[in-house]
Structures are given as C-alpha cells and as structure tokens.
C-alpha cells in the first residue's frame, strides 16, 4: 500500500512570495490533516478535511494561507504571502475516517521543509 | 485550548537501558496516540490508546483517562529508538488533534 505523498521536499523562497504544498493520500482515506512543525516543537494542526469539506480550520492563519481538497482526494496548501515565521516543516497525514468515536491510525507523509529568506 | 506537557524534555540512555516518558493533558479527551518521530522527520503512530494498557515488542503504553496522563515505556532500548516522542490527544466530534511538546530521545551504544 503506497503511503501519503508530499512534494516538493524541500522549498526555499523570499519572504512576500507564495508557495504551495501538495499532498496526495493514502487511497480510501476520507481525512486529510495539514500540520506546521516548528522546530524543536511538536506539529500543529492546520486544517482537517473530512472527504472535501473543511471540519477544523481554527488554528489557520486564513490572511495568508489557504487549503483545498478537489474531489475529496488530493490537497494544496498555499502560503501567500509568505513570512520568516512560515519557516517550518508542512506535514500531511491521511486517516480512513475521523469522527463519531472511531479510532482511526493517521498516517504520515515526509512532510515539505520551508525556508522563507 | 486543550494543554499537553510531556516529560522529560531530553532523554540519554545507553543502550540496554529501560525508561517511561509521561504524558500529561488538561481536560478530557476521545483517544490519545504515542508517535515517534525519527531522525529524518518521519512520524510514525505507535499505540491508539484512550485508556488502558497496549504492549507492542519492547514498547507498551498505559492512560489513566480519569488522572488525565498516559505513560510509555521503552524496554532494552536500541539506538533505533532514538528520535522524538509525542503523544496527541483528540477532542471533539470530529477529533481535533493536539500534539504534546515531546521528548527527545538519545540511545547511545
């Protein structure tokens, strides 16, 4: 079974550009997460997709980042425009369904590494 | 929101050595999940644990839901085991992830 693929890996820009992320899950799985990890911290969620509806975007700073998920499969996440303080890494993890008590393992992908200069 | 504290911060151990690194969380969750993240940023989920006791190999976690902390424990430690640990707790209908502040493990032969 492949696991969650990301891409790019590694990004660096200059602050004020935009930048954007994609994330392709595990197949079948309904929930898609985006993290920020900072380092030295732990990962922070983003925003969390249930199929192609937003479930939590609370902690999204929605003046410079935005997130999609077409079709319920794929997702982008854009930074625009970009700060030194976006410097971090962007993980996506994928989970078969979230919700109503289920326990549902997420699975994590290699994350993209942004540098903003 | 929700705060989760994990302790210690830094751990050394040689290798061989057995250790708990603990949990604690402010308020009621749904689950709770050990990870580990290795050196080269990949998280892997260990234990799905809300409350009770897993064992998994050398590793086994336990949660006290009612006292609000969970505890892994590492046995015969290897120095694949060095990296970072973090527990998360889900909140909420949907369960909303937060992730504890992790501890930093260092096995050394």
């Known amino acids: 079974e492949a696991g969650v693929a990301q891409s790019p890996r590694y990004k660096i820009i200059e602050k004020r550009q935009s930048v954007a992320f994609w994330c392709n899950p595990i197949?079948?799985?309904?929930?898609l997460y985006w993290y920020q990890q900072i380092l030295g911290q732990g990962p922070k969620l983003l925003i969390q997709?249930?199929?192609?509806?937003?479930?939590?975007d609370s902690q999204l700073p929605k003046d410079r980042f935005s997130a999609e998920r077409l079709k319920g499969v794929d997702s982008t996440l854009k930074i625009q425009p970009a700060k030194l303080e976006d410097s971090a890494v962007y993980l996506c993890a994928s989970s078969l369904e979230s919700g109503r008590g289920r326990q549902d393992t997420q699975y994590f992908g290699p994350g993209t590494r942004l540098t903003v200069l | 929101g929700i705060q989760v504290e994990q302790s210690p911060p830094d751990l050394i151990l040689q290798e061989g050595a057995n250790s708990t690194l603990r949990c604690n969380f402010s308020?009621?969750?749904?689950?709770l999940q050990w990870f580990h993240q290795n050196p080269w940023g990949q998280l892997i989920n260990l234990f799905y644990?809300?409350?009770g006791t897993k064992q998994n190999g050398r590793l086994s976690a336990t949660t006290v839901a009612t006292e609000r902390y969970s505890l892994l424990y590492i046995s015969s430690s290897q120095t694949t085991d060095s990296g970072v640990y973090f527990c998360?707790?889900?909140?909420?209908?949907?369960?909303?992830?937060?992730f504890g502040t992790g501890t930093k493990l260092q096995v050394i032969p």
């Open positions: 644990i809300p409350s």
């Open positions: 998360a707790v889900e909140r909420g209908g949907y369960q909303k992830v937060t």
């Open positions: 997709f249930q199929n192609n509806g937003v479930v939590d």
């Open positions: 308020d009621s969750v749904n689950n």
């Open positions: 197949s079948g799985h309904a929930t």
